[in-house]
């Protein structure tokens, strides 16, 4: 992509973008995402699944015990289409839910070792196609990259993902 002019004012610097600019940004993201779920749909072509049940696994994964509620918020999925993967999930022997202790009526979402180990495959593929680009990019891209992405989500969705962060550490 051609260099961005940047001028000073007010101690601030502003990037000023060409609509060119910016139209191969949007084609670059778009080949990028191509390639970035590349490798878990080839593994998820093969057992009838597709990136709605890669999507549920991960954050699964990422919050175990979660309610499909949560799960319904983070996906921003109906709930028609998410109990249709979570019931293949389930069936399938990769997703357990269990009822809530305090709320019978919450269902709470847990990988089964099958689960773990599936979306271990899929977590690894991409893991390694993220460590590979960024370590050709150099730590300051890296960094560039991330606040672009928080600058991109809409204000829910980046508390959202400031939220599953959070329980991480």
Same mark, same amino acid.
């Given at each position: 992509? &051609?260099?961005?002019?940047?001028?000073?004012?007010g101690g601030e610097a502003l990037l000023y973008l060409t609509d060119e600019q910016l139209r191969q940004g949007i084609e670059a993201m778009f080949f990028a995402y191509r390639g970035f779920t590349a490798d878990p749909d080839r593994i998820l072509q093969g057992l009838s699944y597709g990136r709605a049940h890669h999507r549920a696994l991960?954050?699964?994964?990422? &919050?175990?015990?979660?309610t499909v509620n949560n799960l319904l918020n983070i996906l921003g999925v109906t709930k028609q289409s998410l109990n249709r993967v979570l019931r293949t999930l389930v069936e399938d022997g990769?997703?357990?839910?269990?009822?809530?202790?305090?709320d019978k009526r919450e269902r709470h979402l847990f990988l089964t070792p099958a689960g773990d180990q599936l979306e271990r495959q899929l977590s690894d593929a991409q893991r390694a196609r993220m460590r590979a680009a960024f370590r050709q990019a150099g730590p300051e891209a890296v960094a560039g990259f991330r606040r672009v992405l928080e600058a991109m989500m809409d204000p829910d969705m980046h508390r959202q993902y400031l939220r599953l962060r959070e329980n991480r550490t």
């Open positions: 992509m &051609a260099e961005a002019g940047v001028q000073a004012q991960h954050f699964i994964h990422c &919050a175990p015990g979660t990769l997703v357990e839910s269990r009822v809530g202790r305090a």
